[in-house]
């Protein structure tokens, strides 16, 4: 079993390049519900959250990147974990929109507990290290509120 195990890692290291980026990120989230009230139409309510984790950059070929991400996410009475998979383009060297879909677990979440969204996000690098986000996550389902994300990145 010890052997199959170092054989898997020195497959996936010789797989991973030396461009590969590993980094951290959190921030803040928005969230906005859009709640129907009888006759008065509807009401969205917006929520404050936290978010942190951290993420692969996979550098493809000519400015194009797959960068998953596994972040810890809390809104409220809700934490769950996010997990988008994202195809990256470098629009200039310092700019990145990033688009994919984003696997979502909720820990404490009613029946349904595994759902999966759209995220769309822009990326700004400061300096070689640190970075600004905004993502903008759509939920497809009536109980999947829409979320803004704001936060900052740093690549080891």
Known sequence: MKKIFFIFIFIVGSIV??????????????????????DFGTNPDTEIGYYGGFFVDFPVDNGF???????????????????PIYLKYDIYNTVHILVGPSLNYFFDFFVNKFKVRADLSLDYDFSSALSMHMKYTI??????????FLGLGYRL
């Open 139 to 148: 939920g497809f389902e009536e109980l999947s509120p829409n979320v803004l």
């Open 65 to 83: 990147h797959i960068q998953p991400e596994l972040l810890y996410k809390g809104i409220g009475d809700f934490r769950f974990l996010n997990a």
């Open 17 to 38: 390049s030396a461009q590969t980026e590993f980094g951290v990120k959190g921030g803040l989230n928005f969230t906005f519900f859009k709640v129907t009230e009888g």
